[in-house]
């Protein structure tokens, strides 16, 4: 037999249209994979959790208009018109633009979790077998009865493991975790044995194999095979020849099995070296952020040029359940891998475990640098202002000059003296404070923080005396750093929403601001946007600057209607901040993101990404469900970059026009419980984001997630959670 036989299309063309439509997980059940999407997915976007097609009806209360989900009652779009949804790239290396967006495979979002799309990372591990003693680098299972080590045999200038003697599984575990939250490869040569005799089964995959195993354990049982999150096993080849004709009894495969399930198999010639690449990277699963395995098999002779048989798509793990705080998965979550070995089946070659850099929007790193939670004592707030209560966060990156090697970080934020919760029986007032550090510490020395307010008054909130403040109440501070080509700071522009008599909120701006958290802001703003006949309220004002073109800047904020949830809205801006006539536009609507987004959206965040491929829009967002539970999510829209003559320098081009937005496909991105953000004692809810570039260092974003906790006793706190995040990709 020559060549390779790939079963598991027939199993992956099980998966009806209406199933992929309802959900996934049917899908996942019966195959173990993820079907290819239907046409009208990739037009439409995926159906949001919670959402109907076809008349079926939503959960919570929605209903279905038009094969979307909206609130009961309230399923008119927001004025303005429909948020259009755009069309999803199709294919990520075939070198076309399936989707028509002007950008091809790797330089569209929706690849970003395709292998080909990954950069390479660094090695893990690489064993070639020729060591002494294997038990340096890798623990034989199981640990408390360890065996001796596997047979090795010299076949041309290398070293395969040949097994075990006798019939039992047996496993070699590499002694650290293996981080695979932004992808990962391993590669590895083996060869199926031509056994002198059969298998225990005839005509099934022969019960002697070899097998490189991704485990959430780290240990085994005697005589009993590893946990496989996912393996992939090469199975021996038996045959008899009577009278002349040659039948095969057990047929040499490559298996890739979970739980010891199969989910693919591809047939492969016996005495005939392979190499089989099994690449892993961050992909959504049922909405969720998961990751998800390809596999190649490619004999090894054949040009490294020369694609092998593929299968893929296969659900590994969902990232919030990967191992982490391990060796090796410190910062990145992971898995064990190991090899595992029954009988003489198959000889094992040299494996090569490589971390892959994927775009993983669910990846983040807490901690940054030394750095910890931040709360009013850490940040050294005055009680009279800021005792109670502070969030809404806004944070830039900066040098003072082009000589400094670590930036500094301006934080503005909102703060009262009295607790937000008050507000539900009478107005409560807020301040907007700023603090400065070059350490991101998490001590009060580290930080520079206003000992009174940079706007606002001291107190903000007098409910407490009885009184009212003689200051209007303003809040939802945003920061607009502008910076040299050096990342050199040159001048502070603050957006913030101001309380009126009405109890309403109008968007003001106020330029030139000192960069001093010791001195009064200079002015009170002028105002830009207030509220109409859209919307009744207005807040969270976010500054994005168009970057060339003709200027300007786009304003993002959260819409607050007089029925329905609140969403997402932008307008276009002048070079002196004024209000372009005709711009104002939503942007993003509950019934875009789907369920968690049912009780609306708020707190807008925009970060511009150019390339030689185009420009990318990121806006995250705070997505309230019916239920009150707040979650961080992300949209993305993106522009080709325009052609340029030979020898010109592509780059994305100015945001003149907004792109369509779709919603990430696993958001939520973080829940106010995520380990990543910390001990949650009680009742956590994301109140707000501040999301930031960082000067000197390319692709990294900085986070801070306001929370607040309710603790068991009833104690109401705030804090402010450092993250980072590696952003590559499209």
Request: net charge negative; aromatic share 6%; glycine share 12%.
């Amino acid at each position: 037999m020559t060549g390779a036989d790939v079963r598991g299309a027939a199993r992956r063309s099980a998966c009806p249209l209406g199933v992929w439509l309802a959900g996934v997980a049917a899908c996942a059940a019966l195959a173990g994979c993820w079907e290819t999407p239907p046409r009208r997915w990739y037009d439409g976007g995926p159906v949001a959790s919670g959402a109907c097609d076809g008349g079926l009806c939503c959960d919570g209360g929605l209903c279905c208009d038009g094969g979307r989900c909206c609130e009961d009652g309230g399923c008119d779009e927001p004025d303005g018109g429909v948020v259009p949804l755009r069309p999803r790239e199709r294919v990520c290396d075939d070198g076309l633009d399936n989707n028509g967006n002007g950008l091809i495979d790797c330089d569209d979002f929706d690849c970003a979790d395709h292998a080909s799309c990954c950069a390479d990372g660094l090695v893990v591990f690489q064993e070639d077998w020729s060591a002494p003693d294997l038990t340096f680098q890798w623990d034989h299972l199981p640990r408390a009865t360890p065996t001796s080590p596997p047979v090795r045999v010299a076949e041309g200038e290398r070293t395969m493991l040949r097994g075990w003697p006798d019939s039992e599984p047996h496993a070699l575990l590499w002694n650290s975790c293996v981080p695979l939250a932004l992808g990962a490869e391993l590669r590895f040569d083996a060869v199926a044995t031509a056994r002198g005799s059969v298998c225990r089964d005839w005509y099934e995959p022969c019960d002697r194999y070899a097998a490189v195993v991704l485990s959430p354990v780290a240990d085994t049982l005697p005589g009993q095979p590893l946990l496989d999150d996912l393996a992939v096993r090469v199975h021996g080849d038996a045959r008899v020849t009577t009278g002349g004709t040659e039948t095969v009894i057990n047929q040499a495969m490559v298996r890739v099995t979970q739980g010891e399930q199969e989910l693919a198999r591809v047939l492969i010639d016996p005495e005939v070296r392979y190499t089989i690449a099994l690449r892993v990277t961050p992909s959504t699963h049922e909405g969720t952020a998961s990751l998800r395995a390809d596999l190649e098999v490619r004999e090894a002779d054949r040009p490294p040029e020369e694609v092998g048989q593929t299968v893929g798509g296969f659900f590994v793990r969902a990232q919030a359940t990967l191992e982490r705080d391990v060796s090796g998965c410190l910062d990145v979550g992971g898995l064990y891998a190991g090899i595992e070995m029954t009988g003489d089946g198959a000889r094992l070659g040299p494996v090569r475990a490589e971390t892959l850099a994927c775009a993983n929007p669910s990846q983040f790193h807490d901690r940054p640098n030394g750095t910890a939670t931040l709360t009013s004592g850490s940040l050294g707030v005055p009680a009279s202002y800021g005792g109670a209560y502070i969030g809404a966060p806004s944070l830039g990156s900066s040098f003072n000059s082009a000589s400094d090697a670590a930036p500094r970080w301006d934080l503005f934020f909102e703060a009262s003296n009295e607790p937000p919760e008050l507000a539900l029986v009478a107005p409560v007032g807020f301040a907007i404070s700023h603090a400065r550090s070059a350490t991101f510490g998490a001590l009060s020395t580290d930080w520079s923080t206003s000992s009174t307010p940079r706007l606002g008054e001291d107190p903000p909130s007098c409910l407490a005396s009885g009184g009212g403040c003689a200051d209007e109440s303003v809040r939802d501070p945003f920061l607009l750093v502008r910076r040299d080509a050096g990342d050199v700071l040159q001048d502070f522009t603050l957006a913030f929403a101001a309380r009126l008599p009405t109890g309403a909120h109008t968007l003001r701006i106020e330029e030139d601001v000192s960069f001093s958290p010791s001195v009064p802001l200079g002015g009170n703003g002028v105002p830009v946007i207030t509220p109409d006949g859209a919307c009744r309220d207005l807040r969270d004002p976010a500054l994005l600057a168009v970057g060339g073109g003709t200027g300007g800047y786009w304003l993002f904020f959260t819409c607050i209607p007089d029925a329905g949830p609140s969403y997402l809205r932008a307008a276009r801006l002048e070079n002196d901040f004024s209000l372009r006539a005709g711009t104002v536009q939503p942007v993003l609507t509950p019934s875009a993101v789907g369920s968690l987004a049912s009780g609306g959206l708020f707190g807008p965040e925009p970060i511009l990404r150019r390339t030689a491929a185009g420009s990318t829009l990121q806006l995250w967002f705070v997505a309230r469900d019916g239920a009150g539970n707040t979650t961080l999510g992300l949209a993305t829209g993106q522009l080709p970059a325009a052609a340029v003559p030979d020898g010109g320098v592509a780059l994305g081009p100015p945001l003149e026009v907004l792109p369509p937005l779709a919603a990430y496909v696993a958001n939520p991105v973080l829940r106010g419980n995520e380990p990543v953000l910390g001990v949650c004692p009680g009742l956590c809810r994301i109140t707000g984001a501040a999301v930031s570039d960082t000067a000197g260092v390319t692709d990294q974003l900085r986070f801070l997630i306001a929370r607040r906790v309710v603790h068991p006793g009833g104690a109401v706190t705030s804090d402010l959670v450092p993250l980072t995040q590696m952003w590559r990709g499209p």
